[in-house]
């Protein structure tokens, strides 16, 4: 659908050429963060995937210990 030769975009450029293609940002993010984790140290990968998992009561001792360190 969004392709360089035969997409509805294509099409359409040829009729409005004023016409922009926005991508879906959820997928732009998530392919900059994909990228960004892997020039990480594998120790701050863990640590923010780590973040994800606390729950209940050990999350507020975490964030409090976290908010120390920094």
Do not use: D, W
């Not at 409005?16 to 998530?30: G, R, T």
């Amino acid at each position: 659908m969004i392709g360089n030769k035969n997409s509805f975009l294509t099409h359409l450029k040829v009729n409005v050429p004023q016409v922009i293609q926005l991508n879906c940002i959820c997928h732009s993010a998530a392919l900059v963060a994909s990228k960004a984790s892997e020039k990480l140290p594998r120790s701050c990968e863990s640590l923010i995937r780590g973040i994800t998992t606390v729950s209940g009561s050990a999350k507020v001792q975490f964030y409090a210990s976290f908010k120390i360190f920094f």
